[in-house]
């Protein structure tokens, strides 16, 4: 069974530092990959996907995450924070029958310090 | 709408009421998905909708979570006999079709805490 870890419950950064959240996954074929962003009292928001091709895929609000198979890994990066990007993150893989039935990392959540 | 609706946004409930979360998708998407999502933690996976049919529902956690669409387009997803630890938020997702590669789009999710 699909199960993705994310090792980091909680990072703080600096506003305008960069940024990267850790995400690995296990899967046994090629996975669809996805990270999706949670501000307080909303829903998920996409910020971008990986299916095939390119292993580094460009989202929207400027990030940007690398595939890696020989690492299982999925990082999510940002070369400068903002301090709207305070919210919790969430890495997930897509299943094999439908892809929108993910299977959802705990999340990080990440504080900006002005 | 513009986006996936779900109401109510917060549902207070005595331990052993029965409660109905709905949900309202983008108009025209074929796919709907139920997620729960507790305190501190990612969303898990309930149940999946291709238009009336409810193709998976092997995330339900118990025989007293019930969900149906039975038009194809909105979806309630009940609880009976509500107990604390049915307490979280409920997250609806719609996309428009089970490719793979469609996008889903999410609701901002009901709150439901059980006292």
């Known amino acids: 069974a699909q199960s993705v870890t994310q090792p980091d419950i909680h990072i703080t950064v600096s506003e305008g530092a960069s940024l990267e959240l850790r995400c690995n996954y296990s899967?046994?074929?090629?996975?669809?990959l996805f990270w999706y962003v949670q501000s307080p009292g909303q829903g998920l928001q996409l910020l971008l996907k990986?299916?095939?091709?390119?292993?580094l895929v460009q989202g929207i609000k400027g990030f940007e995450a690398e595939f890696k198979r020989s690492q299982s890994s999925f990082n999510l990066r940002k070369p400068s924070v903002h301090w709207s990007d305070a919210a919790e993150y969430f890495c997930a893989v897509g299943d094999d029958n439908y892809g929108q039935n993910f299977v959802f990392g705990p999340g990080t959540r990440l504080s900006v310090l002005p | 709408g513009a986006g996936v609706s779900q109401s109510p946004r917060y549902k207070v409930a005595k331990r052993g009421q029965d409660v109905a979360l709905r949900c309202d998708p983008i108009?025209?998407?074929?796919?709907l998905f139920w997620y729960q999502q507790a305190l501190g933690q990612g969303p898990e996976f309930l149940t999946y909708f291709q238009n009336e049919a409810q193709l998976d529902k092997s995330g339900l956690p118990s025989d007293r979570f019930f969900a149906e669409r039975p038009e194809g387009s909105v979806s309630t997803l009940k609880i009976q006999r509500t107990q604390q630890e049915d307490s979280a938020v409920y997250l609806c997702?719609?996309?428009?079709?089970?490719?793979?590669?469609?996008?889903?789009?999410f609701g901002q999710g009901t709150r439901l805490t059980v006292v």
């Open positions: 990986y299916f095939s091709g390119d292993t």
């Open positions: 899967y046994g074929a090629t996975p669809y």
């Open positions: 108009s025209g998407h074929v796919s």
């Open positions: 997702a719609s996309s428009l079709n089970n490719r793979r590669n469609t996008e889903a789009f």
